[in-house]
């Protein structure tokens, strides 16, 4: 289902999964998936929320106030999605492909929340200022300036969709959301800790995969702090700092 699927809108799926364990519902519902979309791509919340106050927390206590709060329930129970979620995300999926889009992002996502009109999550997104129409020729403006990128569609840039690569399945996004939900629940890690790699990942694969695996070679090493990964990236393309990380790395 999620074969489309940009990675920033895969995660979007994740937290909302989360989001509505933590409410106690039994399902996943529009309103879990605008928490995970708000909490996933904060550039798309100032790019598109007309509100200030626009954040995870504001919409949380938003739908706090207009729902029945229960008792939270296990992250490793595996919720479906409400028939409200699944037209959410088809409606997506048009929007895609009525923008002339091979890939499904957040942006879509958050059309499709738009388009099931009669839900919680629209509601609270009028409110917060957005339009359908306008969202839609904003996004038609922009993908006539940049036209998107395949390699960052539906798998990881590092990928770049190599021929013999096994790209992500279903299957896949089952294991990595029970063990990251059953890293989390015996103490692991935090969420917090787990989102902060999340988004670590992400930026540090706007650069090939050669660039990547070299950095994290340099990290087990003990040469670079794995932490800054990305600033070093950044780094390196000015050659006087390239110059004297080669250097220092030949003295030791």
């Not at 996943?28 to 100032?46: F, P, Q």
């Not at 499904?104 to 499709?112: A, F, N, Q």
């Not at 029970?178 to 992400?202: D, M, P, Y």
């Not at 994290?216 to 090493?221: F, I, N, T, V």
Request: one cysteine or more.
């Amino acid at each position: 289902m999620f074969e489309r699927y940009t990675e920033k809108a895969r995660r979007v799926i994740f937290f909302s999964r989360y989001e509505a364990s933590q409410f106690g519902a039994s399902q996943i519902e529009v309103e879990h998936i605008l928490l995970g979309l708000v909490r996933e791509d904060k550039k798309l919340t100032a790019r598109f929320f007309h509100s200030a106050h626009a954040s995870v927390e504001s919409i949380r206590k938003e739908i706090e106030g207009r729902t029945v709060m229960r008792e939270r329930i296990s992250t490793q129970i595996d919720l479906p999605l409400s028939e409200e979620s699944k037209r959410a995300l088809a409606f997506a999926a048009e929007e895609s492909e009525t923008l002339g889009n091979r890939h499904i992002g957040t942006e879509h996502l958050l059309l499709g929340l738009l388009r099931e009109e009669n839900s919680l999550a629209a509601e609270i997104l009028e409110e917060f200022g957005l339009r359908i129409a306008d969202m839609r020729q904003d996004l038609v403006k922009a993908s006539a300036i940049s036209p998107p990128d395949e390699v960052t569609m539906s798998y990881p840039v590092t990928q770049k969709l190599s021929l013999g690569v096994t790209q992500p399945t279903d299957r896949d996004e089952r294991w990595m959301q029970e063990l990251s939900e059953a890293c989390i629940e015996t103490g692991l890690f935090t969420q917090e800790e787990l989102l902060s790699e999340f988004a670590h990942v992400a930026t540090l694969r706007q650069f090939r995969a050669d660039t990547e695996a070299l950095l994290r070679m340099l990290a087990a090493k003990g040469q670079v702090n794995p932490r800054h990964l990305t600033k070093l990236a950044f780094d390196l393309r000015d050659e006087k700092k390239l110059a004297e990380f080669i250097e220092k790395l030949r003295q030791q």
